[in-house]
């Protein structure tokens, strides 16, 4: 079974900086996909980028990007130039075409803070 | 706009009660997911769907059931048989054919117990 794991429950920043979140993962197949979710107070789950697992370029979407370690099984998220819109739980997932009904497994999710 | 409509926002349990929250998708997708989440924690998956009138358990399904009679919708009810029903609950769909197409959330249920 594939497990995420986020190691930290909290995290700051100050506004206009850059921060990274972390994320590793277990698997033993080698097609998969990875996501990062945002999910504001209002709690709605916004995607907020995705990773092929068989490209080597890794992903980027605005502000955001991610670093993809296949080899390591990490795939951290950094946010440039924070904004505090960017206050926010943010949740790494993994699915594959393996598992069954490419069910999405979180992460345990970290609370990121933008200060200003 | 397509989207996925969660209805009712908040709901409330009696004990020994039944309830039922509703998903509704107007994306075209084939699969539909059920979530629970509880406070500071992620998602946990509860029931999944991939075609109509087909489901299977996810990680939690205990004290749940489920129906897919049509595409569109995947009504999950939480049943008395769940002693701990408070918690925020989403609904997804995805399209199933597509490899990396991510889910699409629904706004939520917030269920209590009174």
């Known amino acids: 079974a594939q497990t995420v794991t986020q190691s930290q429950p909290e995290m700051s920043v100050q506004e206009a900086e850059t921060v990274t979140l972390s994320c590793t993962y277990d698997?033993?197949?080698?097609?998969?996909?990875l996501f990062w979710y945002k999910q504001p107070p209002s709690r709605q789950m916004i995607l907020v980028i995705r990773?092929?697992?068989?490209?080597?370029q890794n992903a980027t979407e605005n502000r955001f990007s991610v670093n993809f370690q296949k080899a390591a099984k990490s795939f951290s998220l950094k946010i440039s130039d924070s904004q505090l819109g960017d206050t926010a739980m943010y949740f790494c997932?993994?699915?594959?075409?393996?598992?069954?009904?490419?069910?999405?497994?979180f992460g345990e999710g970290t609370q990121l803070t933008v200060n200003p | 706009d397509g989207g996925i409509t969660q209805s009712p926002k908040y709901l409330f349990r009696k004990e020994g009660q039944n309830v039922t929250l509703s998903c509704e998708q107007n994306?075209?997708?084939?699969?539909m997911y059920w979530y629970r989440q509880d406070p500071g924690q992620g998602l946990r998956l509860i029931y999944y769907?991939?075609?109509?009138?087909?489901?299977q358990k996810g990680d939690i399904a205990e004290g749940y059931s489920v129906s897919r009679e049509k595409k569109e919708s995947f009504p999950l009810t939480v049943t008395s048989a769940q002693k701990n029903p408070t918690a925020f609950y989403l609904c997804?769909?995805?399209?199933?054919?597509?490899?990396?197409?991510?889910?699409?959330f629904g706004d939520g249920t917030r269920l209590s117990i009174l």
């Open positions: 997804a769909s995805r399209d199933r054919l597509s490899g990396n197409q991510p889910q699409h």
């Open positions: 698997t033993s197949e080698n097609n998969y996909y």
């Open positions: 990773q092929e697992a068989y490209k080597q």
């Open positions: 997932a993994f699915t594959s075409r393996e598992t069954s009904g490419s069910r999405l497994t």
């Open positions: 994306l075209n997708h084939d699969a």
């Open positions: 769907s991939q075609i109509v009138n087909d489901f």
